[in-house]
C-alpha cells in the first residue's frame, strides 16, 4: 500500500459514492461529516494520527459520510473489505469502541461531560480544530462550548 498525500481541504469522500474506502491516517488529521437536509453540517469522527475512518455502509450502498483533511495529511487507503485482511485490526477496534462511547455518551450526557471525554478522548486535537468543529462533534452550539470551557455552563 503507498501512502497517498492529501492536502487540507481535501475530500477524499463524498456523500452518497459507492464503494467507500478505509483510511489510516500516518499523519495529519481527517474527519467525517454530514450534512443534514437544512444544510447544516454534523462532525461525526476525527481521525488523527494512528486512527482509522470510514464510513460503515456496505460495498453496494451509497455512502452517508463526507471525509476530508482538516491538515494536510499522509494516509493509507485500504478496500472496504477488510475480511481479506486480518491484519492491524487494532486502529479499527478503537474506532468502534470511541463511536459506541459516543452514541451512549449522546444519548444519556450532559454537554460538559460530552466535551470533558472529548478532551480525553482527542488530547491531541484540541487546537488542531475550528471549535465550531468540536461543537458540532459535541451536538451543542459554539456559543455553547464557549460558556462550557469558559465555566458559565452547568449541566447541560
Not at 455518551?105 to 480544530?129: G, K
Request: net charge positive; proline share 5%.
Amino acid at each position: 500500500m503507498k501512502p497517498l498525500q492529501v492536502k487540507k481541504g481535501e475530500i477524499l469522500q463524498k456523500s452518497g459514492e459507492l464503494r467507500s474506502k478505509i483510511y489510516m491516517v500516518r499523519s495529519g488529521l481527517l474527519r467525517s461529516y454530514l450534512i443534514d437536509k437544512k444544510g447544516k453540517e454534523h462532525i461525526f469522527m476525527f481521525a488523527p494520527e494512528g486512527w482509522v475512518i470510514a464510513d460503515s455502509t456496505g460495498p453496494e450502498i451509497p455512502t452517508t459520510l463526507f471525509i476530508d483533511a482538516l491538515e494536510d495529511s499522509i494516509v493509507l487507503v485500504r478496500e472496504k473489505d477488510i475480511t481479506k485482511e486480518h491484519q492491524n485490526v487494532a486502529p479499527l477496534v478503537k474506532r468502534l469502541s470511541v463511536l459506541q462511547k459516543r452514541v451512549i455518551m449522546l444519548m444519556s450526557s450532559s454537554a460538559i461531560d460530552r466535551y470533558e471525554d472529548f478532551i480525553r478522548t482527542y488530547p491531541n486535537i484540541v487546537q488542531r480544530v475550528p471549535q465550531r468543529m468540536i461543537a458540532s462533534y459535541l451536538g451543542i452550539t459554539p456559543e455553547a462550548l464557549s460558556k462550557i470551557k469558559s465555566g458559565k455552563l452547568r449541566n447541560t
